[in-house]
């Protein structure tokens, strides 16, 4: 099976980390496949910010609704961007080339939204991040501490239509 599609199957959310510090030339490597999604009229609109600071993702933790589990994380990488009618299916693109990027590096991740959330002000306040920038997403990060199970998936045939629906 090609790789891509191998690291595709396989990735699924990860909640729980090795303690195990993730490179700085890795989180690099993971940001780089990120910038490199497609964009509408390759406007390329996001920004990245990686977080690898205890404490500050300890406060995400606390501030982030379903994000408790980044106080366990080794890194996070928040996407965010300047609206231009296309960010969110932009940086929706760059989220998912993240979590397929470092489950290829054999590092877990796990999609926490970022768009129109009631923490949005406090985590832009908390990250400095500009007033006209919204967040996307926010990815936890880390070596995988317990394996999971792949969730039950709907069927193939189930959401496959040809020609019409």
Known sequence: MNETIKSIKERRSVRKYTNKKISKEILEEIVDCARLAPSARNEQPWEFIVITNKETLKKLSK????????????????????????????????????????????????????????????????LNIPKEKDMVSIISLGYIAEKSNMPKKRNLKEVLHWEEY
Do not use: P
């Open 63 to 126: 501030t982030v609704t379903y994000g408790s589990f980044l106080d366990g994380a080794e890194a996070c990488i928040i996407v965010c961007g300047k609206e231009n009618g296309h960010l969110i299916e932009d940086g929706c693109a760059a989220t998912e080339n993240i979590m397929v990027a470092a489950h290829s590096l054999g590092i877990g991740s796990c999609w926490i939204a970022g768009y129109n959330r009631k923490y949005n002000e406090e985590v832009k306040q908390l």
